[in-house]
């Protein structure tokens, strides 16, 4: 089937869910096709949504079979939004092809008992494992990922898409008026990863990424 045009995805990670917009261009300017809030988790409560969190008061050996299984049903669970709207999209003639997924610090965590070990380290690896299963089930659909630090992507979107930051984020507003709520900065910044997930090159400032899968 040809496919007349190409997609993008974006989503602002949170513990647990996802913001995600779905970007394509018309004739060479965004419009969205989609907007979801996605759980990343079956129960949507603390003790899964923050699941370093809740390891950090088991047994070692315990601990690190929580997280896995955290990590599994929200590798699947990513996987069944993403592939569900990849092929709703191909029904409608749309590609989806990449996507743009907004990083924290973009540090390496060391090994789980470290983790375990320190307050600030639970919380970034609470978000980097969700953002991991957005990487993980991305690839599986054969999507291309775009990263980027949330903190450099006003900058990095000015100078791909050659418009000013402040320009940006009034285009990505407006976008709310037709969608309707939540319209909030979680789908902004989401719609705007997308968007210059379309415009990015290898050579921009985030980092492209394909990856093998079993």
């Not at 990343?40 to 390891?55: I, K, M, N, S």
């Not at 929580?66 to 709703?88: C, P, T, Y």
Request: hydrophobic letters at 45%.
């Amino acid at each position: 089937m040809a496919h007349s045009r190409h997609a993008a995805l974006g989503f602002r990670v949170h513990s647990g869910w996802t913001a995600l917009v779905a970007v394509s261009l018309e004739k060479g300017a965004p419009v969205v096709l989609a907007r979801q809030r996605v759980h990343l988790v079956e129960t949507f409560t603390y003790g899964f949504r923050q699941p370093y969190h809740t390891a950090e008061k088991m047994l070692p050996g315990q601990a690190g079979d929580f997280i896995e299984r955290v990590r599994n049903e929200a590798r699947k669970l990513a996987h069944r939004a993403i592939h569900g709207l990849q092929s709703d999209l191909q029904k409608q003639g749309v590609n989806l092809t990449r996507c743009g997924l907004l990083l924290a610090s973009g540090r390496a965590l060391p090994a789980l008992d470290k983790i375990l070990a320190s307050h600030a380290l639970i919380h970034t690896a609470d978000g980097e494992l969700f953002r991991e299963v957005l990487l993980h089930a991305s690839a599986r659909c054969g999507i291309r990922v775009f990263t980027i630090k949330e903190k450099q992507l006003l900058d990095r979107a000015g100078q791909v898409l050659r418009a000013k930051p402040k320009d940006l984020m009034r285009r990505v507003t407006e976008f709310g008026r037709s969608i309707g709520a939540p319209w909030a900065q979680d789908e902004k910044f989401a719609a705007l990863a997308a968007w210059l997930a379309l415009g990015a090159s290898r050579r921009s400032g985030g980092k492209t990424r394909t990856r093998n899968v079993a």
